[in-house]
C-alpha cells in the first residue's frame, strides 16, 4: 500500500503543479496585455518619437529599461493612473503619446473646431455682405457715381484706343 500511496501522492503534486502553471499562464497573458495597454500610451524617451510599444531602435536601453519598469508595476498590481503619475513624476509630460484632454490641453484640443466655426462664420458674413452690396438699386446712368457724359467720354476713348 506504500508504493500506491507514494503514487496517489505524486500524482496528486504533479496535477497540482501543472495546474497551478496553467492557471498562471492566462494571468500573465493578461498582465502583458495590459502592459501593452498600458505602453501604447507612453512615448519612448530616447528621442525617437516613437510610441514605447513599438519602438524599434536596436539596442535601445530607455524603452528596454522602460517596458521593463512598466512590467514591474503590471505585476505588482499597480493601476493604471499609478502607473501613469509614476512616468509623468520620472519623465515629465512629454512621456504622454496622446496629450490629457483636461487643463490648457483642453482648450489646445477644442481650438480647430472653434477657429473651423469662426472661419465659417466669417465667410458667411463676407458673403452675405456681397450678396447685400449687389442688390443696391443701379442709378440711371449705369454704375453707380458716374455721369453719362463721362461714361461716353470713356466708351469714345476705349473705341479710339482699340482701333487697329
Known amino acids: ?38 505602453g501604447g500610451k507612453f512615448m519612448c524617451m530616447c528621442s525617437c518619437n516613437q510610441v514605447l510599444t513599438q519602438c524599434n531602435h536596436v539596442g535601445c536601453t530607455v524603452s528596454t529599461s522602460m517596458l521593463k519598469e512598466l512590467d514591474t508595476a503590471v505585476a505588482r498590481g499597480d493601476s493604471e493612473t499609478e502607473i501613469t503619475s509614476a512616468f509623468v513624476q520620472e519623465f515629465g509630460t512629454k512621456v504622454y503619446a496622446e496629450p490629457p484632454k483636461s487643463g490648457l490641453s483642453l482648450l489646445a484640443w477644442s481650438l480647430p473646431t472653434i477657429y473651423l466655426l469662426l472661419g465659417t462664420l466669417l465667410v458667411i458674413f463676407v458673403i452675405w455682405r456681397w450678396r447685400s452690396r449687389a442688390a443696391l438699386p443701379a442709378v440711371a446712368g449705369g454704375a ?21
Open 1 to 38: 500500500m506504500t508504493k500506491q500511496r507514494a503514487a496517489a501522492l505524486f500524482l496528486v503534486v504533479a496535477l497540482s503543479s501543472s495546474s497551478a502553471a496553467l492557471f498562471s499562464l492566462p494571468v500573465q497573458a493578461q498582465q502583458t496585455d495590459r502592459a501593452k495597454h498600458i
Open 144 to 164: 453707380a457715381g458716374i455721369s453719362p457724359q463721362d461714361l461716353e467720354n470713356a466708351r469714345r476713348r476705349v473705341a479710339q484706343e482699340t482701333e487697329d
